[in-house]
């Protein structure tokens, strides 16, 4: 057999990396990582947001755009999705919370499967199961135009070659959180078992092993980190067996994934400070910091808030945004900075 792909080394998957090099990154990790669980104890706190755009953005990576909402909703009145794409999203990183603390296996994995693949068009037989010889390809198949970039385990090898994954993901040491879940992920998807949906179960594999290794119980701003810099995330699928390297370019972005885990939590703490002022603040005020928040969470609120925007999304005259907007500074809900024209009004 031909040695192109990273799964047919004859040292797979015997990963290894420059501890000199690597060492002080991990130290670095944990150390911010432990700085997130003592600024936002992981414990009797709302996290219905940060649910929300880890599932979102998880299966945005993969051009699945899921209902906000919807996403939303489930959490915060146990509302079951009305779409099996949404159900089967919120299910996944649901069962890997739930999930952390125990080994993983064949019948979870295919269970998370199962539930992502709800309603789709593939075959029944090959929904919670493994196929193998999954091909990744650059171009188009149907105009013989294309490059495979990768294939994952053939399906003689498949259930074996998972077996050893599943062997050495439940023997890892919590002391390396940093690279179990890069070596992790690696390693599971260049086995790419499944038919489809391999990327985000291999992500919820990641949260899975962080949960674990800080033994937490809630979900991180992961894929929301890898969506903010996916040329350097797709890198890390050419990495061989020597991981220095792919550690470098990804623990940036795991520590991104700290900070906007932070980010999430900040704003789910303004909208709590929100609802308890909602008796001094008149419906067009709540209509625009919630507003605020909505565009806080999805790409982050470019440039302020103006009077003139103001006026725009409440439809009143100049005087009373005025009015408006310094009470909800005066609440400091707001803050605001600069003068006159160049006045502009952000979230406190």
Known sequence: MT???LWQQADFPHFYYNPGVIDPLEREF???????????PMRDRNFDDLFTEEIV????????????????????????????????????????????????????????????LKGSSFPEESIGNYVGDMKIISGNEFYDN????????????????????????NQCKPK???INAIQGHIHFETLHPFCDGNGRIGRSIILMSLCRDFKIKSPIAISRAFNKSLKSYYELFQSGLDLTETIKILQPIFLQAIEETKHILSITSFRKNVYQHEE??????????HRLIKYELEDGFKGGLTNSKYKK?????????????EGIVELKL???????????YYLK
Not at 280 to 289: A, S
Not at 334 to 344: D, H, Y
């Open 313 to 325: 999304m409440t439809g009143v005259s100049d005087r009373t945004a005025l009015r408006d907007l």
């Open 146 to 169: 294309y490059e495979i970039v990768h294939k994952g385990a053939p399906k003689e090898l498949v259930e074996d070659k998972m077996s050893e994954f599943m062997k050495w993901y």
């Open 280 to 289: 001094q603040l008149n419906p067009r005020q709540l209509k625009v910091l």
């Open 30 to 40: 944990v150390t911010e990582f432990k700085k997130l669980i003592r600024s936002f």
């Open 176 to 178: 390396s959180p940093l």
């Open 3 to 5: 040695e192109n792909y």
């Open 334 to 344: 707001l803050v605001k900075v600069g003068e006159k024209k160049a006045t502009r």
């Open 57 to 116: 953005a998880n299966s945005q990576i993969e051009g699945i755009n899921l209902d906000r909402e919807s996403v939303h909703s489930s959490f915060v009145n146990n509302i079951v999705p009305a779409q099996q794409k949404e159900q089967g999203a919120v299910s996944l990183i649901k069962m890997s919370l739930d999930h952390s603390d125990g080994a993983l296996t064949h019948k979870l994995i295919k269970s998370m499967h199962k539930e992502i």
